[in-house]
């Protein structure tokens, strides 16, 4: 950071600051994890300086020998990872990728069967904000009242009775595996595409620890930060007969030049995901989620769906009585960092966001098992119960430090030595 301190002490400081604020608080956002040392490092090296456009071997500007082997690299490794007969290595996020998988092989105003954003979809599985619902007739299905699990049922009738070109699955926010087999039957009983989206699974799905959507999914997108523990950016897997339409919707139907820096951090986190430390890890975070919700439960707290099988927690707070937005910024407070979240119950009633989501993935990546995790169910809770008294606010910040000290970040995700 020297020379970032001399060009912008400003932003040197907010740099440093964020190191600090990482390492003394506790992060439980279900979205981040923390990366590898050399994570950052590819992602701020020289190849944040090509511009490359089109495909290895096949480029619109000169001086790409080892950026067409940085990208040769990452689809190489990502097929052989995930086990994908094909690969795109540009995409910039999860919605671009998602965008060009829609674009690959749908006309604008095709219908598009994709899960409701409050019972656990994305934004970018056609949510009325998002840019995916102005360009494709999205329908949503939901999770069933009783069980808060996908009721396959309801997604076959609506499939039949919609006849969508193309069914969607994959959440931001469900805690619970998918039948990825029953739903590529059913995307198949009426002739549509499938698309799963994998952007919070791909570090367990990488570490086999939890069913693979590869070999049932026409297409697969994931980013590669959330439990995948690597840089920015999205992927696209897909069936081979689907390449040629998804590099062109890719690039130059939805992106024009492509990150080289974030392609490098692609093909690293693919390595990485290889070695026995990243299993490691990936399975330290689903049992980790799993002794949080059964603190959480022990406790009295309704656990969307009973429990989880991933690293995902959603907690509907209605009868504690407390907002997720003041559970957020309560917790916030004492350094237990989380996002508050809709859930079912809010469908109806907009701005009303009643539950909170908390993921394992980066307390995990920190070292932390058992013990710790009782720990900061205990605490999160003493917050939440005393969420006007000062005095214990105070104290319970103070040992959110101490847990924190005892695990700190670096180092800690690398390869073995
Ligand atoms: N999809 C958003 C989330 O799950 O929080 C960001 O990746």
Known sequence: MLNLIKDDPELAELVYNEENRLETTLNLIAAENHSPQSILEIMGS????????????????????????????????GKKLFKAEYINVQPHSGTSANLAVYFSVLKPGDRILSMSLPHGGHLSHGHKASITSKCFDFSHYKVNPDTQMIDYDQVRQMAHCLTPKMIVAGASSYPRLID??????????????????????????????????????????????????????????CKKAFGEKIDKAVFPGCQGTSAVNLMAAKALIFNLAMEDKFVRIQKKTIQNAGIMARALMKKGYHIISGGTDNHQVVIDLTAKGISGKSAEETLESIGIILNRNVVPRDENIPGKVSGIRLGSSAVSARGMGEPQMQKIIELMD????????????????????????????????????
């Open 46 to 77: 020289v190849f944040n300086t090509k511009t490359i456009e089109g495909y290895p071997g096949k480029r619109f500007h000169a001086g790409c020998i080892q950026a067409d082997m940085v990208e040769t690299l990452a689809i190489e490794r």
């Open 382 to 417: 003493m917050a939440l119960m005393n969420q006007t008294k000062k005095v214990i606010l105070n104290q319970v910040k103070d040992m959110v430090l101490d847990l924190c000290r005892e695990f700190p970040i670096n180092g800690i995700v690398s390869k073995d030595k």
């Open 180 to 237: 990825y087999e029953k739903m590529s039957q059913i995307a198949r009983e009426v002739s549509a595409f499938f698309l799963t989206d994998m952007a919070h699974l791909a570090g367990l799905v990488a570490a086999k620890l939890i069913p693979s959507p590869v070999p049932h999914s026409d297409f697969v997108t994931f980013t590669c930060y959330k439990t995948m523990m690597g840089g920015r950016g999205g992927v696209i897997l």
